[in-house]
């Protein structure tokens, strides 16, 4: 029998400025994935417990479903960091773990070292230090 796809119970785009839409989708149950890249999209939710952690994935500018696709312009790490606070003021959630794989870990040592508190842990996996 196929594994059922998890329906989000909120998604939508957030405007993070410059002319870029981040898509974002919200899984119940706040565990945050910053995902690989560049021009990855969010990863799958396999390898989480729904049960227990609110899920939130998003697509980074210029990434999968966010738009607009492949621009580069304004798309600079520091952008990407901006946006992950944005859209956790979007959600309303104080903390969150924020779980990053490849290019992801470096956005969460970055996000971590600028909003010291802001996460109530990282999760590295398949680590990419670009700084």
Known sequence: MPKST???FNEGY???GDGHRQYFAEYEPAVVVLHGGPGSGCPMLGWFNLSR???VLFDQRGACRSVP???LAHNTTSSLVEDIKRLQAHLRIAQWLVVGEPWG???CILY???YSGSASGLVLRG???AI
Do not use: A, C
Request: charged share 20%; no cysteine; glycine share 14%.
């Open 105 to 107: 870990t470096t956005l």
């Open 53 to 55: 952690h609110r899920g």
């Open 127 to 129: 680590i990419f230090l």
């Open 112 to 114: 971590e070292g600028r």
């Open 69 to 71: 696709k492949g621009m």
């Open 14 to 16: 957030l405007p993070v």
């Open 6 to 8: 998890p329906v989000p």
